[in-house]
C-alpha cells in the first residue's frame, strides 16, 4: 500500500512472515495526521494477518527516522477539537502498536524527534544506528510530549522521561538511549543495522506464534487503560497548542526552517 507524496508515503512488504512497514515524508519523514491515521490502520490490519508473524517498522532514506508531528498542522489547529483531533493521531499509532498481536521490531537509521521518540518508545525492541539520536523538544514551543509520555516513561523510567523533556533542547545520543533501555543495540552502519534487524526478524517468525503473542501480553501489561489516558493526554496538548506562547513560537521556528 502506498500513499501520494504530500501527504507522505507508507508501504508494506510481507515477505518469510515478516511485515515491513516503511513510512517517508519529504519534511524529515514527520507526520501528518493522513499518514498517522493510514499506520495505524495498516498495524491493526497485520495484527489480524495470519502470514505475519513479526512487524518491522522503518522510515524510508539514510538520514532522519523521524521528525515527529507535522509543522504545518500544527499551526494550521485553530480550535479545541481540531487540536485534540491532531494530537490523537499519534495517540492513536501507539495504541495500535500497543494492542497489535504482532512483535514490531523498530529499525532506527537516523535521529527521531518529538513524536518520533515516542514511535520508538512504542517497539517491542529497537535496533539503531550511531546517528540516532533523540530530542523531545516539545516544552520549547509552549506544549509537551504528554501522549507519548507513557510509552517514553515505559521504557526509560521517569527519571529519563525527565531527563529528556525538561533539557528540551539538547539531542542525546544514541548510546544514552541505550543505557536509558529505548535501544536494545547501537551499530556504527546502517548496513550493519539491516543485517541485525534481519538477522532478529526470521528468529522471531522461526517461534511459536502463540508464544510470540503471550510474550508481547506480558511486555505490555498493565498499559490497558492507556485508550483512556493518551485521549486525555491529547486533549491537554489540544489546548495548549492554541494559545499565544505556542503560535508565536511555532511562527518563530518556521521562520528559522
Known amino acids: 500500500m502506498t500513499t501520494n507524496r504530500l501527504n ?14 516503511e513510512f517517508g515524508h519529504p519534511a ?13 490502520k495498516e498495524l491493526q490490519a497485520l495484527s489480524n494477518n495470519n502470514d505475519v508473524a513479526v512487524i518491522v517498522l522503518k522510515s524510508e532514506g539514510d538520514r532522519a527516522f523521524c521528525a515527529g508531528a507535522s509543522f504545518d498542522e500544527l499551526l494550521a489547529i485553530s480550535n ?24 514490531i521490531i523498530g529499525r ?7 513524536g518520533g521518540v515516542g514511535l520508538a518508545a ?27 509520555a507513557p510509552a517514553v516513561e515505559r521504557k526509560m523510567g521517569v527519571a529519563g522521561l525527565a531527563e529528556l523533556t ?11 538511549a541505550k543505557e536509558k533501555g529505548l535501544y536494545a543495540k547501537v551499530f556504527e552502519t546502517i548496513k550493519e543495522l539491516d543485517s541485525e534487524v534481519n538477522f532478529l526478524a526470521n528468529k522471531l517468525a522461526s517461534y511459536h506464534p502463540e508464544a510470540l503473542l503471550q510474550m508481547k501480553k506480558t511486555l505490555w501489561k498493565n498499559t490497558e487503560n492507556w485508550d483512556t489516558l493518551l485521549t486525555e ?25
Open 8 to 21: 507522505g508515503s507508507l508501504y508494506t512488504n510481507i515477505n518469510n512472515k515478516i511485515a515491513t512497514v
Open 80 to 103: 479545541l477539537e481540531q487540536g485534540k483531533q491532531f494530537f490523537s493521531g499519534f495517540a492513536n499509532v501507539i495504541n495500535a502498536m500497543r494492542t497489535c498481536k504482532k512483535l
Open 233 to 257: 493526554r491529547a486533549t491537554i496538548s489540544g489546548k495548549l497548542v492554541l494559545s499565544d506562547f505556542t503560535k508565536n513560537a511555532l511562527q518563530k521556528f518556521k521562520k528559522h526552517e
Open 122 to 148: 512504542a517497539c517491542d525492541y529497537v535496533l539503531a544506528t550511531d546517528n540516532a539520536a533523540i530530542k523531545l523538544s516539545e516544552l520549547t514551543i509552549g506544549i509537551g510530549p504528554f501522549v507519548i
Open 166 to 176: 525538561l533539557a528540551a533542547t539538547e539531542w542525546k545520543n544514541a548510546y544514552w
Open 28 to 40: 524529515s519523514n514527520s507526520f501528518p495526521s493522513e499518514l498517522l491515521d493510514r499506520l495505524t
Open 108 to 114: 532506527i537509521q537516523g535521529k527521531a524527534v518529538g
